[in-house]
């Protein structure tokens, strides 16, 4: 009896130790474990953060981006306020003869009556013209106006003389058109600017310094909800953006 007791007491002893072994090792490993997410929430939270507001940011550009009826708003004007904005590369000297082309180029549309069609606005790259498309083209019809060779002369006497980079943005309202020639308005904005892109390439301006685009209808200035908006829409830009990379930096103006 005193044998057997013995020898189940020091079972229960070793059992005993077994069990506070595993608890022990249990615990330190809970407090690594713990100190591992103590640590890394202390030296991640910044990048967390900074992931969650490029999402942020990433997602309200996407879904701007997919809005075919957004409306795109010019940053560089505010309350009818010509700003002049931040172009890297270029003098204030440059920015100094860019914004006197601009004007020269203003007061000869207005001259010529068409103050309320034609507008002449800076932007990030450098400045662009916008005619309202009745202006240039007949309704539903691609090829130029006769009549508007003038206002296109003014600007291939500026690109002659300077070295921007010309891209032409052909613009639609939301009426659909469909017929043999323009299935879509993708097909008439596409069209509208390359013929004024092939008119300007017929009065010698170099074919490398051109390009033209089509937007259709998803690039709305005003709301298509209303005749004068949708005539709004309906609209030629021509964007004249800086090389400076090129070497050259004489800006001239029309004279």
């Known amino acids: 009896m005193g044998y057997g007791s013995n020898k189940k007491k ?22 690594a474990f713990f ?3 103590v640590s890394y929430s202390t030296i991640d939270g910044g990048k967390v953060t900074n992931f969650k507001r490029g999402y942020e940011g990433s997602s309200n550009n996407y879904s701007r981006g997919l809005s075919a009826n957004r409306i795109v708003e010019n940053p ?15 003098s204030e000297n440059e920015k100094a003869s860019i914004a006197s082309i601009m ?3 203003k007061e000869y549309y207005k001259q010529m009556g068409l103050g309320e069609y034609v507008n002449i606005e800076w932007t990030h790259e450098g400045f662009k013209i916008n005619f309202e498309t009745n202006i240039l083209f ?6 130029v106006n006769r009549e508007s060779y003038p206002y296109l002369d003014q600007i291939i006497t500026i690109a002659l003389k300077n070295p921007f980079f010309i891209r032409i ?3 639609t309202d939301d009426v659909p058109i469909n017929n043999p020639e323009f299935p879509s308005n993708w097909e008439l904005s596409t069209a509208r600017s390359v013929n004024v892109l092939r008119y300007f390439l017929k009065n ?3 074919a490398e310094r051109l390009a033209a685009i089509g937007f259709s209808q998803y690039h709305p200035v005003k709301s298509n909800d209303t005749p ?6 309906r609209r030629v830009e021509i964007y004249f953006q800086l090389q400076k990379k090129q070497g050259l930096n004489l800006y001239q103006g029309i004279n």
């Open 10 to 31: 020091r079972g229960e002893e070793l059992s005993a130790a077994g069990w506070e072994s595993i608890y022990c090792s249990l615990v330190l490993i809970l407090v």
């Open 35 to 37: 100190a591992l997410l």
């Open 76 to 90: 560089i004007y505010t309350g009818g306020t010509a700003i002049q904005p931040s172009i890297s590369g270029i």
């Open 103 to 105: 004007q020269s180029l």
């Open 138 to 143: 007949a309704p539903g019809l691609s090829t």
């Open 169 to 171: 943005e052909g613009h």
């Open 204 to 206: 010698k301006i170099p």
């Open 228 to 233: 004068e908006g949708r005539q709004a829409n």
